[in-house]
């Protein structure tokens, strides 16, 4: 029954797929900082998020901001799995994928859209970038846009530390931000 | 209350529409009898009111679906000069329950809708009634004289349910 009901399920997806209907894609992929779930709708990747945010209750949380049509359909995150699998194994430097910022909105989605221009393998810190996305004395506010940010690891929040040099801290965890910084520092 | 993701309910209540697909429609029908109710259901999930009963529910769909089906069967049923092969009356070789998908499909169609909605997907009576025609009664007496007849036919039978 299980794997009739694998097959039945992986077919509604494709079916819901092509009849529109298919509001939210996910999908997981287990990556050296733990498993990441991945969320689409049709315009672009829409969410990214580590073992530590619960994926059950992030999928319940897009069900209720964007749609309740939310279904396991890999196909939809082809290319952001491929991506990613470059990306963890130091073969690829920026994601080229359409994004979905839906869950970002005002001041915090301004430092997203900056967040984009931080280059693999650097680092900016909370301070320049406040001052970037032009409110220098935003500094706590960017801390809370890179702690709520939707996309993480593709949108590199992870590049952001503190003036001080210290690591700060990381929507997937301390540990997982130093993976990062440090497969980009060896690549 | 909110809606839970689609995939949720796919995975929580998926076994039991096909249960009853299965009993309805038979085991060959049964998979296009699912995936028509849930890609139908799908479309209809973001109106639901949140804290509906959600088994129900797609139980109601899938019998509309299964009545669309054992309807288009009916046409394409055609007199023909020779027999086809007759299908093996123990259903799909190396399929488990085979024997008890092809006991139900004996049955006389109320019999067997009331059987799978009652007994594979837990809906009262009155719900059935309401679903295939009749009074709740007409419809636990179906019920009943389908399982008697399972009960005669079926040689694995041993459970209640």
């Given at each position: ?46 969410r990214v998020a580590y073992a530590a945010e ?134 | ?12 209540h998926g076994p039991t529409v096909l249960r ?102 837990g809906l009262p009576y009155a719900e059935i ?33």
């Open positions: 029954m299980t794997a009739d009901l694998d097959r039945l399920a992986a077919r509604l997806a494709l079916a819901a797929d092509d009849a529109g209907l298919l509001d939210v894609a996910f999908t997981t992929l287990d990556t050296p900082v733990g498993p990441l779930l991945l969320a689409a709708t049709g315009r672009g990747l829409v619960d994926h059950d209750a992030v999928l319940q949380s897009l069900a209720d901001r964007i749609s309740p049509r939310v279904l396991r359909a890999p196909a939809r995150l082809d290319p952001a799995v491929r991506q990613l699998e470059e990306y963890f194994a130091g073969r690829r430097t920026a994601f080229d994928l359409p994004l979905d910022l839906r869950l970002a909105a005002g001041f915090r989605r301004d430092v997203l859209t900056r967040l984009r221009e931080v280059g693999y393998g650097t680092t900016a810190s909370y301070a320049a970038l406040a001052a970037a996305a032009g409110s220098p004395r935003a500094v706590r506010a960017v801390g809370t846009a890179c702690a709520t940010n939707p996309l993480p690891v593709v949108v590199p929040c992870h590049r952001v530390v503190r003036s001080d040099g210290a690591l700060g801290n990381y929507v997937g965890g301390v540990a997982a931000k130093r993976t990062l910084l440090d497969l980009e520092a060896a690549a | 209350m909110r809606l839970e993701p689609f995939e949720t309910v796919v995975r929580r009853v697909c299965r009993a309805v429609v038979g085991p060959d029908s049964a998979d296009d009898a699912w995936s028509e109710t849930f890609l139908a259901a799908l479309r209809a999930y973001p109106a639901l009111p949140p804290g509906s009963d959600v088994e129900p529910w797609l139980v109601t769909i899938a019998h509309r679906k299964a009545v669309d089906q054992l309807r288009a069967a009916a046409r394409r049923a055609v007199p023909v000069a020779e027999l086809p092969e007759v299908p093996s009356a123990t259903g799909l070789p190396g399929e488990r329950d085979g024997e008890l998908w092809a006991a139900l499909a004996a049955l006389p169609e109320k019999q067997r809708k009331t059987v799978a909605y009652h007994h594979l997907a009634a309401a679903l295939v025609g009749g009074t709740p009664e007409a419809a636990r007496r179906a019920a009943a004289d389908g399982v008697a007849a399972l009960r005669r036919t079926y040689r694995g039978a041993s459970d209640d349910r």
